[in-house]
């Protein structure tokens, strides 16, 4: 059973720097997906950024336009733990934050939210001018 926890959230100044934890666990696929998205209240659910690995070596990474240069998606070991280190915060980026995991294969849907079968409960982020 795959399970994600995320922890990190906070309040942060516009400009300023945090970093979100996905604590994941239960993944033994060779080929998975790590991703992060987030939803402000009365908005849909948004991309953030996502990792495909394959046997433990990253195949490919990408961002959503609106974080590029600012939101690096790292990790020592993604069947363990992976971040989404937030720089250069802006008022909007106020949400709450989800990681979601896809195993298996490479996700079709990788910047959907429709692509990913395991979420965790979300991280809130707040962000003040």
Same mark, same amino acid.
Not at 48 to 63: D, G, N
Not at 75 to 79: A, D, L, R
Not at 86 to 93: G, I, R, V, W
Not at 116 to 120: D, L, P, R
């Given at each position: 059973q795959v399970q994600l926890v995320e922890s990190g @959230? @906070?309040? !942060?100044?516009a400009g300023g720097s945090l970093r979100l934890s996905c604590a994941v666990s239960g993944i033994t696929?060779?080929?998975?997906? +790590?991703?992060?998205?987030? %939803?402000? #209240? @009365?908005k849909e659910r948004e991309f !953030?950024?996502?990792?495909?690995? &394959? /046997?433990? %070596? #990253?195949?490919?990474?990408? /961002?959503?336009d609106s974080v590029k240069g600012r939101f690096p998606i790292t &990790? +020592?070991? *993604?069947?363990n733990t992976v971040y989404l280190q937030?720089?250069? /915060?802006? *008022?909007?980026?106020t949400a709450v934050y989800y990681c979601a995991a896809h195993g298996g294969d490479e996700s079709l849907l990788a910047t959907s939210p429709s692509g990913?079968?395991?979420?965790?409960p979300g991280a809130q982020v707040t962000g003040s001018s």
């Open positions: @959230g @906070g309040l !942060v100044q696929f060779n080929t998975y997906s +790590i991703a992060w998205f987030r %939803q402000a #209240p @009365g !953030v950024a996502f990792r495909t690995w &394959s /046997l433990e %070596q #990253p195949l490919k990474t990408e /961002l959503a &990790s +020592i070991n *993604p069947k937030m720089n250069k /915060l802006k *008022p909007e980026a990913y079968t395991y979420w965790g």
